[in-house]
């Protein structure tokens, strides 16, 4: 069974750090592109990063550049999300999916060319 399950989510203060982590099981994460995905309460889906299967190249929203910091650990078929300074207007259930269909980062943010999501994993930031 093909899967993705999030988790690293929790409560922190503003400013604070935090590390999601997405693990596959059922196929060999490497072969795919990641993306993180966030939804707050009453907002439509925004795409965040992006990394692609081999690590080289990546993507980021406006609104995280330069705070947030994607990785990855093929051998364990994990991404990992880093983020940091985190602000209240960051609280957002926090997704991440998986694609073959991009090359390069075009459209990596864009929730249409992913094939498999996880579950999601709830972050707030709140003093």
């Known amino acids: 069974q093909l899967q993705l399950v999030e988790s690293g989510g929790g409560l922190v203060q503003p400013g604070g750090s935090l590390r999601l982590s997405c693990v596959a099981s059922?196929?060999?994460?490497?072969?795919?592109?990641v993306g993180w995905f966030r939804q707050a309460p009453g907002k439509e889906r925004e795409g965040i990063s992006y990394?692609?299967?081999?690590?080289?190249?990546?993507n980021y929203a406006a609104s995280v550049k330069g705070r947030f910091t994607m990785s990855r650990d093929n051998a364990e078929n994990t991404v990992y999300l880093q983020m940091n300074n985190l602000r209240p207007e960051d609280t957002a259930v926090y997704y991440c999916?998986?694609?073959?269909?991009?090359?390069?980062?075009?459209?990596?943010?864009?929730?249409?060319?992913?094939?498999?999501w996880g579950q999601g994993t709830q972050v707030t930031v709140a003093s």
């Open positions: 059922g196929f060999p994460l490497e072969s795919y592109g």
């Open positions: 999916a998986a694609t073959r269909r991009l090359h390069g980062i075009n459209g990596s943010l864009r929730s249409s060319p992913y094939e498999y």
């Open positions: 990394i692609s299967g081999s690590g080289s190249n990546s």
